[in-house]
């Protein structure tokens, strides 16, 4: 069965200081169409005890998604109530397996993590996003990881 997903979001995470995790989630054989986000994990820039890990996404297409792959732990809109701050939350052990598509912006995969808290155990595997027929780019700050097999865009790990 193939899924058809505008968004998948796992955040606002850290919002407070003491925080329950998400751990243990799967997302396999889906598709995202024109969505702002694909593949999403966002925390607040702000201290917390929160944490997300054993995180595996695989087997996803992407159709002109605008951040299809993206972790953001300096979430603060509108610069209220966290600026200057960084995220509590830890990330580690997320799993990126066999993403293809396209991107509606030149990044494909955005790693903004904590300078006090960075991602940790990030894994691309056989990864394929272009942006208008044309090599896509990476960011990445504060995160660790391995990559195997195609990794396109570039990765920044």
Known sequence: M???????SIGSLGKVL???GVQNV??????????DNG??????????????????YQNIVMKNVENPIIIDQNYCPNNQGCPGQTSGVKISQVTYRNIQGTSATPTAMT???SPSNPCRGIRLEGINLS??????QSLCSNVGGTTSGVIMPNSCL
Do not use: H
Not at 2 to 8: K, M, N
Not at 26 to 35: E, I, P, W, Y
Not at 39 to 56: D, E, M, Q, Y
């Open 39 to 56: 593949l999403r994990i966002k925390s607040w820039a702000r201290p917390s005890n929160g944490f997300v890990t054993n995180i595996l």
């Open 26 to 35: 799967t997302l396999t054989n889906s598709v995202f169409s024109g969505s």
């Open 131 to 136: 942006y208008m027929n044309r090599q896509a």
């Open 18 to 20: 003491n925080e329950a």
């Open 111 to 113: 790693f903004d993590c």
């Open 2 to 8: 193939i899924l058809l997903f505008l968004s998948v």
